[in-house]
Nanobody
Framework: QVQLVESGGGVVQAGGSLRLSCAAS????????VGWFRQAPGKEREFVAA????????YYADSVKGRFTISRDNAKNTVYLQMNSLKPEDTAVYYC???????????????????WGQGTQVTVSS
C-alpha cells in the first residue's frame, strides 16, 4: 500500500515557477514509477510527466517538455515536479500517481496507475 500527498501548489504569474512535491508513505516506494497528471475545470485529466523507479528514465507530455522537470529522491520518498515558464493554460489541479511497472506504451494512461494523491491546485495568472 502506498499513500501519496502532493504539496507546493499555489498562485503564480505567467512566466513564474513552482515546485510540486509528492511525498509517499511505505518502505517500497522506491520500487514504484510515479507520474504527474493534471485536470483543469471542464477538461479531462491529462498526463504531464513520469519517472521510473530509479529516476534514470523520464517521459514528458509535449505541452510541458523543456519547461517542466520531474525528479525523485528515494531516500526521502519524494518525487518533485519543477515547473518553469508557467503559462495560464497550466492552471489545473495536479495529481501524482504511482504504479509498479514502466511501460512507455501506456505510461501516460491514468488507469494504469494504482495509487493517487488528493491533488494540489496550481493557478497561473496572466
Amino acid at each position: 500500500q502506498v499513500q501519496l500527498v502532493e504539496s507546493g501548489g499555489g498562485v503564480v504569474q505567467a512566466g513564474g515557477s513552482l515546485r510540486l512535491s509528492c511525498a509517499a508513505s511505505g518502505r517500497t516506494f522506491s520500487s514504484y514509477c510515479v507520474g504527474w497528471f493534471r485536470q483543469a475545470p471542464g477538461k479531462e485529466r491529462e498526463f504531464v510527466a513520469a519517472i521510473s523507479w530509479s529516476g534514470r528514465t523520464t517521459y514528458y507530455a509535449d505541452s510541458v517538455k523543456g519547461r517542466f522537470t520531474i525528479s525523485r529522491d528515494n531516500a526521502k520518498n519524494t518525487v518533485y515536479l519543477q515547473m518553469n515558464s508557467l503559462k495560464p493554460e497550466d492552471t489545473a489541479v495536479y495529481y501524482c500517481a504511482a504504479r509498479r511497472t514502466w511501460n512507455t506504451g501506456d505510461i501516460t494512461y491514468g488507469y494504469e496507475y494504482d495509487y493517487w494523491g488528493q491533488g494540489t491546485q496550481v493557478t497561473v495568472s496572466s
